[in-house]
């Protein structure tokens, strides 16, 4: 099993950037291919927002962060990221990292315990 811990949120104006990053130990981080990044607001259901392979070579969004949000990974320092630009106030929510064989399988892998990000308007 792999532990994550992740770090970077806060309090940030509407407009403005943040930086996500999730840390990986336990496991060796390549026996798990893939890596993502969920949210969960207040009052509603946990929902995707991005991914990245092994690699590095293939990422998925979604369409709400499209063009805001960026994913990459240090494979060397174990350690998954997230940047976040033009953060809008819908944005606000606690960011789970999460680890699994493959993009399709994430939400099945394993998780970490959150950050809150809050974006104020």
């Known amino acids: 099993q792999v532990q994550l811990v992740e770090s970077g949120g806060g309090l940030v104006q509407a407009g403005g950037s943040l930086r996500l990053s999730c840390a990986a130990s336990?496991?060796?981080?390549?026996?798990?291919?893939?890596m993502g990044w969920f949210r969960q607001a207040p009052g509603k259901e946990r929902e995707f927002v991005a991914a990245?392979?092994?690699?590095?070579?293939?990422?998925r969004y979604a369409d709400s962060v499209k063009g805001r949000f960026t994913i990459s990974r240090d494979n060397a320092k174990n350690t998954v990221y997230l940047q976040m630009n033009s953060l809008k106030p819908e944005d606000t929510a606690v960011y789970y990292c999460a680890a699994s064989p493959s993009i399709a399988t994430l939400a099945q892998g394993s998780w970490g315990q959150g950050t809150q990000v809050t974006v104020s308007s």
């Open positions: 336990g496991r060796t981080f390549s026996d798990y291919y893939a």
């Open positions: 990245i392979s092994w690699s590095g070579a293939s990422t």
